[in-house]
């Protein structure tokens, strides 16, 4: 007489089933993805905008101020804010800054109706939408903290990290469709709309806890996120290491535009496919995050800074579109898990009073990362070469990691990073919910 199957493995075998199956964050979740489609289609829009309101002769100005607006004033609002949101939950946090988001987002297109939207009032509203961006952020990771156990958090911060590249695959697409049909404006409409829904979605899924008493007494501190890292050496470092490989990547957004035209005398067909090859890459790396999660996370998160640097030699070294496109691909694979194990390697070194507030201050410091490695690709892409210069950042990427690797092998560099530690008393909590 025949057996009978065996029941199906998948998906409760996956490490993201503890995630999309948690109580809690499975509500969250459908807010998180139409708020990332909202944010991949503002790529667009932001820009647009931005040309269709600057004076002629301005636009190239303007348009970078935009978008500078759009990303830069978080670090502000870290240190800005951090006396008045210290103690509140990940949640929380996070509903701020969507409701921050959800009304400066929605005056743009209120102004527009009203017949005063000029190129100043814009940029001044896409400023006071990004000012809680770093402590939305760190209050997405708290969150995945405080609910799930340590075993957990690297499948969770994948999850959040797929959400958005699977949004900028689709949303600035979409968003095309959207401006040729009703214009830039109404795009950003739809993004504010997308937070309102996010901020909704924290408030009705996630039950509201009581406040957190600091006993470091550093709540009160604007800068208490820059001292809870400065004490940390093992944050420290990662934020080094995470402001330094960032930085390196930026001559890219220069120096890749100008190798694809000049050096290789191609069009902006082919400059899309570069970049077409680096987002499917890293949402398959994404996909993939999540296995790691039994690897010691130091060694990991070097090893893709290293990784990520091989896989970019071959655009400095000359080598055909065939080969380079490929290359670029494996970049983007490589770099997805990045921003993942690097989070958890906060989640893991900080408690949870202190999280919130070094992680605000972690965004506060990378967000400008790659903004001054795009401003130093200038000069060193007129002076050296696309070619060169992608070659000096190739191989600088893989020298940090190098240097990395090496300073976390002298003693008390960092904490013990061991696969498959136990967890706490907290984790075992959370993993009993």
């Known amino acids: 007489m025949p057996s009978a199957p065996a ?25 998180l993805a139409v708020s990332a489609l909202g944010d991949g289609m503002a790529l667009v829009a932001v820009t647009w905008l931005a040309l269709q309101l600057a004076p002629p002769g301005q636009r190239g100005t303007w348009t970078a101020i935009a978008v500078a607006a759009y990303l830069l004033p978080s670090a502000a609002g870290s240190m800005i804010f951090g006396r008045y949101l210290a103690g509140l939950s990940g949640a929380q946090l996070a509903s701020w800054d969507a409701r921050l988001r959800a009304v400066a987002l929605a005056a743009i297109p209120a102004a527009h109706l009203a017949g005063v939207l000029s190129i100043g009032l814009y940029v001044a509203l896409l400023a006071a939408a990004s000012l809680l961006r770093s402590w939305g952020t760190a209050g997405r ?75 470091t007494g550093t709540a009160a501190s604007r800068t208490a996120g820059f001292e809870i890292i400065r004490r940390n050496r093992s944050l420290l470092g990662l934020l080094v290491l995470t402001f330094g490989f960032f930085l390196l990547f930026g001559p890219f957004y220069v120096a890749m535009p100008v190798l694809v035209t000049e050096d290789l005398g191609a069009s902006a067909t082919t400059l899309g496919l570069y970049y077409t090859a680096f987002g499917a890459g890293s949402l398959l790396g994404g996909l993939a995050t999540g296995y790691l999660h039994r690897w010691p996370l130091w060694p990991t998160t070097i090893g893709i800074v290293v990784g990520f640097g091989v896989a970019m030699l071959p655009l400095g070294l000359g080598t055909p579109v065939g080969l380079s496109l490929p290359a670029f691909a ?13 989070m958890a390697l906060f989640q893991r070194s900080a408690t949870p009073v202190e999280l919130p507030r070094a992680l605000a201050a972690n965004g506060a410091v990378t967000v400008l990362a790659v903004p001054l490695g795009t401003l130093v690709g200038g000069p060193l892409t007129a002076g050296l070469g696309a070619r060169r210069t992608l070659l000096l950042c190739a191989a600088a990427t893989i020298a940090l990691g190098v240097v990395a690797a090496g300073l976390t092998r002298l003693p008390g560099r960092t904490a013990p990073d061991r696969a498959g530690a136990p967890d706490g008393p907290r984790e075992r909590a959370a993993a009993g919910s």
Do not use: M, Q
């Not at 029941?7 to 807010?31: A, D, I, T």
């Not at 999850?159 to 590249?165: A, E, K, Y």
């Not at 494996?330 to 690097?342: E, N």
């Open 330 to 342: 494996l970049a983007g694979l490589i770099w997805a898990p990045y921003p993942s194990t690097s």
């Open 141 to 215: 990771f708290t969150l995945i903290a405080e609910l799930l156990p340590r075993r957990h958090h690297l499948p969770a911060n994948a999850v959040l990290g797929i959400l958005g590249n699977a949004a900028t695959i689709i949303g600035p697409p979409l968003a095309g469709v959207l401006i040729s049909f009703a214009g830039p404006v109404w795009v950003i409409a739809i993004d504010a709309a997308t937070f309102a829904v996010l901020a909704l979605t924290y408030r009705l899924a996630i039950p509201t806890p009581k406040t957190r008493t600091d006993p």
């Open 7 to 31: 029941p199906l493995r998948f998906p409760r075998s996956s490490p993201y089933w503890p995630v999309v199956s948690h109580p809690l964050l499975r509500r969250v979740l459908p807010g």
